[in-house]
């Protein structure tokens, strides 16, 4: 379903993805695990299709289209989704108006009918419940004067109105209190499915403990330079990257 | 120390036949007036003889050329179209007006800022002198509060240059509300001076909604005075005319006296908006706050020049000025400069001013959720303005504010169609 070929990615002329080939079946749970700097939120940003990194060789597929020619909404009607690693504050765009907008742009794109007022806000408190996330919250404007944990739970509140096929997560366990890392990890468990496929970017064996993955890939310099199974991010809390990114070099 | 900076002209009274060339069929046109008018308008004529019409050479006239767009076209004078509806109880138009017109108002209309020449650059206003025929007098007695706002609508014709001057008086603890909109249908001129009264008390909502045709011009030169805890809101919304100039003097006479001079520019192809502001605390205990936001796109040019002068005797002034600008274009160009003139001790005063590009993460991230630029970025651009647009305390022209706002963010998009008259 996913099909990552030989990415090359660059910032400002500077290599940071250096042939990076990565494939993720329908339903599967990858993680990416690895050290700072080594090009895990380059590799989701290059996917979600930030401005200013560029691609200069191969291809990234998800159910046999490359996305990397598409523009960022195109990818997201497309159904990819990135949880981001810092979630962007946006003044004066209130969290109800964003979320009703980017739900009918999606959905117009997929060709479904778009929701109107009353199904939105059904919905939103629905799936807002689900994550612990206060009705209040909605009426303020997007991530601004949110919480570090709150900004992470407003990301998977996203992933679940938007319903994506293929959804990278970049450390969004990072910041959460042990009550709300459950809670966020339920709702992503909560959107598993055949369909569906994760991505999930972290440092911690310990979200690892609540998504568990398929497979595990550690991502060195650019490159994924190991997989294994679920096993891996266990040998890798005890013993570090030394070892692998060693090996690589 | 004198209260205005008297600014030292070089005037170039060689441009006062584009203002005047229409005079003498004008004055032979419209004879049936006082003859306190007549002199009037002799007075104005004889000044703009003598000075001219404002050029870039004036300091508060530096970004904004009126001659330049006079000197393009050839108008002829016609007389001003203006409708009224809404709340019309206490309206009385001109010249019709003048001829029973209380000795106060009289002397309101002659004593103007100009007669006392404390600008030195005010020939806009003599201009209008001039033309004094025009407008519309709104005398609110006290303590009368009405719900229903007085709408004005002034419509400017093709290749006509008019001039209203409009008299607005509202009684002690009287409560009002104006909506002036302006449409021009082609190249025109339209010249307008309005002055206003606050009695003790009184309350003014003063929008103007400025939807002109991109091939006109505009000058709006607004006087208010305003008494003892009274309070002047006024907002103006700015997308029309090749040339706009909305300049406004507020006085704040009446301790705990409040204004807020707000509004938004919203302009593109090679349109210039300019908006001057002058707040004089000449009393204790006023608020004066001035927020304007500005949408450039194309190759449009904004000035705002907003200056707060607090004089001695007006302790416990809280005064504040701003000006947001959020450039869509890299050949858009905002001209600044806010001013702050303090003499007493005791005042609470800040300006600031920011000019910048829309917040490319802030995109990004809308768009990685699927939103298309295009709406994303209205999304952006509709926010900004929005924190202006809240504080119109009026709801229906709030609300239509907004939708003018949006429909124009629509249009935007290749709306580049601001021929400009350069
Ligand atoms: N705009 C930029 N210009 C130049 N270099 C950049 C830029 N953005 C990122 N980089 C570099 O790219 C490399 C990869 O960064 P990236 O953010 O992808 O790392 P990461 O694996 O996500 O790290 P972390 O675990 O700390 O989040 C780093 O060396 C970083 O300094
Ligand atoms: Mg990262």
């Known amino acids: ?249 | 120390m004198s209260a205005v900076t008297k600014f030292t002209a070089r005037y170039k009274a060689d441009n006062a036949d584009l203002a005047l060339s229409e005079w003498d069929s004008f004055n032979a046109e419209h004879t049936q007036v006082p003859d306190w008018v007549s002199a009037l308008r002799k007075r104005g004529f004889d000044k703009v003889i003598q000075q001219g019409l404002p050029t870039t050479k004036l300091e508060r006239f530096k970004y904004f050329n009126l001659p330049a767009y006079l000197k393009k076209n050839e108008l002829i004078y016609a007389k001003a179209d203006i409708v009224l509806d809404g709340f019309t109880e206490y309206v009385r138009v001109l010249p019709e007006a003048l001829n029973d017109l209380s000795e106060e108002l009289k002397s309101t209309i002659i004593l103007s800022p100009v007669g006392e020449d404390k600008y030195g650059d005010m020939m806009l206003w003599d201009t209008a002198n001039a033309y004094f025929n025009d407008g519309v007098i709104l005398d609110v007695p006290a303590d009368k509060s009405v719900d229903k706002p007085l709408n004005i609508t002034i419509t400017g014709h093709g290749n006509t240059a008019t001039t209203t001057r409009n008299i607005i008086r509202i009684g002690d603890h009287s409560e009002v509300t104006i909506v002036e909109y302006h449409i021009s249908s082609n190249v025109s001129w339209h010249n307008n001076v309005t002055q206003i009264l606050l009695g003790k008390g009184a309350r003014l909502k003063h929008y103007r909604i400025q939807e002109n045709n991109k091939n006109s011009a505009y000058t709006g030169n607004t006087h208010v005075q305003i008494g003892q805890n009274a309070y002047y809101e006024a907002f103006t919304l700015t997308k029309g005319s090749a040339l706009s100039r909305n300049q406004v003097h507020v006085e704040l006479q009446g301790a705990g006296a409040e204004c807020f001079v707000n509004g938004i520019n919203m302009i593109s192809g090679k349109q210039q908006g300019d908006t001057t502001i002058t707040v004089e605390h000449q009393a204790p205990n006023c608020i004066s706050k001035q927020n304007y936001r500005s949408v450039m796109d194309g190759q449009a040019v904004c000035t705002f020049q907003g200056k707060v002068h607090v004089h001695e005797i007006a302790q416990k002034t809280d005064g504040y000025q701003l000006s947001n600008t959020l450039l869509l274009s890299p050949t858009a160009t905002m001209n600044t400069k806010p001013e702050l003139e303090i003499y007493a001790d005791d005042v609470k005063c800040s300006h600031g001013a920011t000019a910048g590009n829309l917040d490319k993460e802030a995109l990004f991230y809308l768009q990685s959720r699927g939103i298309p630029e295009a709406e994303a970025r209205a999304l952006l651009i509709k926010a900004f303005l929005e924190e202006v647009i809240e504080q119109i305390t009026d709801e229906a022209v709030r609300e239509q504010v907004e939708l003018i706002a949006e429909k124009w963010l629509i249009l935007r998009t290749g709306d580049n169609d601001g021929e400009g008259w350069l």
């Not at chain 1, 990076?20 to 695990?33: C, F, Q, S, W």
């Not at chain 1, 060709?111 to 994550?131: F, P, Q, T, V």
């Open chain 1, 1 to 249: 379903m996913i099909k990552i070929k030989n990415l090359h990615a660059e910032i400002d002329g500077t290599e940071i993805l250096k042939g990076l080939d990565l494939e993720i079946g329908a339903g599967e749970v990858h993680a990416v695990m690895g050290p700072n700097g080594a090009g895990k939120s380059t590799l989701s940003y290059v996917l979600a299709g930030r401005d200013g990194y560029e691609v200069t060789e191969g291809s990234a597929e998800l159910d046999g289209v490359n996305i990397l020619d598409m523009d960022p909404d195109e990818r997201a009607a497309a159904g990819l989704f990135l949880a981001f690693q810092y979630p962007v504050e946006i003044p004066g765009v209130q969290m109800t108006t964003f979320l009703k907008t980017a739900l009918n742009a999606v959905r117009k794109a997929r060709g479904e009918d778009e929701l109107d007022a009353i199904g939105l806000l059904k919905l939103m408190k629905s799936k807002c419940k689900e994550l612990g996330i206060s009705d209040e919250m909605m009426k303020r404007a997007v991530n601004v004067g949110f919480s570090g944990g709150e900004k992470k739970r407003n990301e998977v509140l996203q992933m679940a109105m938007l319903e994506p096929k293929f959804a990278v997560l970049d450390e969004t366990d990072s910041g959460l209190d042990i009550d709300a890392l459950k809670v966020v990890a339920d709702g992503v468990n909560a959107l598993r499915s055949e369909g569906r496929s994760f991505l999930v970017i972290t440092h911690y064996q310990r979200l690892l403990d609540y998504i568990k993955p398929d497979h595990v890939h550690v991502l060195a310099k650019g490159k994924i330079v190991k997989s294994g199974s679920a096993d891996l991010a266990l040998e890798l809390e005890k013993n570090g990257y030394a070892d692998i990114v060693g090996e690589a070099a």
